[in-house]
């Protein structure tokens, strides 16, 4: 039986008909007139008290063959007393073909039959928060409601009784009902001891208690013809089991209540983040996991202690916003598409137009301005419902949600540099123009009631971005014309932007495309730098490389990350396709303070960030450590045998040169030595071994030259930037198989999330524990 079979037996559906009656009989029903397949249960159309179900015993003379082997278990072992079941608390996950049943954690378990009891005495339901607070049951109701992010409320469920088909591979809960008229029945039977009764319900489905470990739920025979009852109504019955203790599930570990850091994760094209076709949320949700089981085991001293709770991650989901309703988009794309190889051009109109639709200025700020307001959206109702948090937030790109952010961070404002004589982009002198003069000047006359009638002048005026705009009614072209006049307002002439200026940050002169050397100051360029940092976006008409980013107004994070983290990052690819030639080592992101590209060596999307810093070094990436303190084993023994051929190369040519220097030596008649003086004389041992030695301190000179100290500037504080995974044993087979795995491999991956980890609590002045072996 499928897993949506068998939901129907044990879901809303499985619950017998109260409205229809029936008289307790005493006739003696062989269970053999009942016996058929699980497959399609009819038990869960309706709800049944025991009063209405027909209860008879089963007479020892005959059994029939499906039950003779169960009715000999256990038969003169003598029952226990009653005890009541202990109820424990599931909820339903609902995917595309069928549900599954899920139990909650003991701990969100306790809570929720704490609240059943309560709300039994009090009209007014109870909402208790599950999961990490990221769900909201409301216990009356019975219903799973998300807390950030959009999804379908489920059910939940009080689960006493469950059963499994012969097909199934894990048991479902019986409806609460269902499940009340087995418990009174069992009770009875356990109470009279009075076994081997059958409870007959009015759909034709039997349930026959043979004894306390052995509980069967036949299904009534289908029509049959002359022929007999057809194959598949001959499987065995279901199993029925009493209490979550007799089932084999495993139930989840409950969540530390303190929250020492909060993460926002941003997907990259498309709304699937895996082979699988999940989302977002899904993959997050995994992350989450393997973040929980590794502070379990490298933090486990650090938990007990009190020092370490657990890390937040909240999913960020842009693509709905911008394929949804609100722009058209897809519309406008379905119409121009063509019909031929239909799924191809679907998945390209989901997912590969993504990248294109970032650079457009358009859609561009569509993508910006949903993630920036979800992040904002997000952090506030954390803080809402965590009133106690006081720790710092990072953020995570994936793919292109890592170009986004560092676009985005690349743009914010930091008010401690305002403070500093920087201005800050709020501030500007606009005064020199009332709000009349710049409509009149733009011939938006039109337009000056709209805004007096909000209270808008030229200083609230610089504050507002495309959307506020957009919502006071202003069409896409006067908004265009009045964002363009704020910016051009915002950068001073003085320093206009040199023609073909190539570097991000500030530094020494740069060399233009036409080969001459820029006039500007490098105080000068810092300053203009700075200013463009903190403005709202770049504009062209000053800014005619730089980074190239698409000419928006960049929004701002209502916090300051503490480290961004891209995964599979294509940021350095896209940085050179904008004509950005290098990146200064002064630069640093105006708000955050540490940045860390991770990459999977097999990534087909990911480029490297640390080149455009040094280039004149020809450095590795610093390899990720494996979350079980070594190194995987294939690459072990790939450095061993590397450094073994090193040297016996050394080694091998270390011993012919010295071989031939003593042949090639002249021999002359030597001066008699004098007594106190030294000889050279030495054996042809103490030669090779000097020679050896010579050579020895020959390569580690080199070694030390060769490994200077490289700075890697202000970007991550100093610090290596670039990380690289471990690939497994089987990837290093061949790389191409494993390539698109690789860029979506991020979400399951321990490495990286210990390396998050490490990150985080290393800020904190928490040490990684050596995980135990």
């Known amino acids: 039986m499928s897993s949506s079979q068998g939901d129907r037996g044990g879901l809303s559906q499985a619950a017998p008909n109260n409205n229809t009656t029936a008289t307790t009989q005493d006739e003696f029903d062989s269970p053999s007139q009942t016996a058929a397949t699980c497959n399609t249960p009819e038990a869960s159309k309706a709800e049944l008290s025991l009063a209405e179900a027909q209860v008879s015993p089963v007479l020892d003379e005959v059994s029939p063959s499906s039950t003779s082997s169960f009715e000999m278990l256990d038969m003169e072992s003598v029952p226990p007393p009653y005890q009541e079941v202990q109820p424990h608390w599931f909820f339903c996950r609902q995917a595309d073909d069928s549900d599954s049943w899920h139990p909650f954690s003991r701990e969100d378990s306790d809570k929720l039959e704490n609240a059943f009891h309560t709300v039994k005495e009090q009209q007014k339901d109870i909402v208790v928060a599950v999961e990490g607070e990221r769900y909201d049951v409301y216990v009356k109701k019975r219903m799973r409601f998300a807390v950030y992010w959009d999804q379908t409320p489920t059910e939940v469920r009080r689960c006493t009784w469950f059963y499994k088909g012969d097909k199934d591979t894990r048991f479902f809960p019986y409806s609460e009902d269902f499940s009340s008229r087995l418990e009174e029945a069992y009770m009875i039977a356990v109470t009279l001891d009075e076994w081997k009764r059958k409870l007959h319900f009015p759909t034709g489905e039997t349930v026959i208690l043979h004894n306390p470990k052995l509980i069967m739920h036949y299904q009534p025979i289908g029509l049959q013809d002359e022929w007999g009852p057809s194959p598949s109504e001959q499987l065995r019955p279901c199993t029925v089991k009493r209490g979550v203790e007799n089932i084999s599930v495993e139930i989840p570990d409950g969540e530390p209540e303190k929250v020492d850091h909060l993460v926002f994760m941003v997907h990259g094209i498309g709304p699937a983040c895996d082979l699988r076709f999940r989302s977002i949320i899904q993959c997050v949700n995994d992350f989450r996991g393997v973040s929980l089981s590794l502070l379990a085991s490298h933090y486990r001293r650090s938990q007990q202690e009190g020092q370490v709770g657990r890390v937040e991650f909240l999913p960020v989901n842009w693509h709905s916003a911008l394929h949804g309703d609100a722009t058209g988009v897809d519309e406008d794309i379905q119409r121009i598409t063509l019909p031929s190889i239909s799924r191809l051009r679907h998945f390209t109109n989901d997912t590969l137009l993504d990248l294109f639709f970032y650079n457009s200025p358009t859609y561009c700020q569509t993508i910006v301005d949903t993630v920036a307001s979800e992040i904002n959206r997000l952090h506030a109702l954390f803080k809402q419902r965590h009133p106690e948090f006081d720790g710092k937030t990072s953020v995570v790109g994936h793919s292109l949600g ?13 008010r401690s540099r305002a403070k500093d004589g920087v201005p800050s982009g709020e501030h500007c002198a606009l005064n020199s123009d009332t709000l009349e003069q710049m409509l009149t000047k733009l011939n938006l006359q039109q337009y000056l009631q709209i805004l007096l009638a909000e209270n808008v002048d030229m200083e609230s005026l610089a504050l507002c971005q495309d959307s506020d705009l957009r919502n006071l009614g202003i069409p896409l072209g006067p908004r265009k014309k009045i964002l363009h006049y704020i910016r051009k307002k915002r950068l001073p002439e003085d320093y206009g932007m040199a023609p073909g200026y190539q570097t991000l940050g500030s530094g020494p002169p740069q060399v233009t495309r036409e080969g001459n050397q820029s006039s500007e100051s490098p105080d000068q360029k810092s300053l203009l730098h700075k200013r463009l940092s903190t403005t709202g976006a770049v504009d062209y008409e000053y800014f005619d490389v730089g980074i190239g980013q698409v000419s928006i107004d960049y929004p701002q994070l209502a916090f300051y990350p503490e480290t961004f983290f891209a995964f599979g990052s294509p940021i350095g690819m896209f940085l050179t396709v904008r004509g950005l030639k290098r990146i200064d080592p002064n630069y640093s992101f105006p708000t955050c303070k540490s940045f860390y590209n991770i990459y999977h060596p097999y990534d087909p999307v990911a480029y490297r960030i640390e080149p455009m810093i040094v280039s004149e070094v020809d450095l590795e990436p610093m390899l990720i450590p494996h979350h079980k303190g070594r190194k995987r084993m294939h690459l072990e023994l790939k450095e061993s045998l590397t450094r073994m051929s ?121 040490a990684l524990e050596q995980p135990q072996q």
């Open 646 to 766: 090193m040297d016996l190369k050394n080694n091998v040519l270390g011993s012919l040169r010295t071989a031939w220097q003593s042949f090639t030596r002249p021999v002359a008649a030597l001066p008699p030595v004098e007594e106190g003086e030294a000889t050279n004389d030495t054996s042809p041992q103490e030669d090779q071994a000097a020679g050896v030695s010579t050579e020895a301190e020959c390569s580690e000179s080199v070694e030390q030259i060769e490994e200077p100290e490289i700075e890697m500037g202000m970007l991550n504080g100093g610090r290596r930037i670039d990380c690289v995974l471990q690939e497994k044993p089987i990837e290093s087979f061949n790389e191409y198989l494993f390539a698109i795995q690789s860029h979506l491999c991020y979400w399951e991956s321990e490495d990286t999330a210990l390396l998050l980890l490490k990150e985080i609590y290393d800020n904190l002045g928490v």
């Open 402 to 414: 890592s170009l986004i952010l560092f676009d985005l961070l690349t743009n914010q404002r930091n």
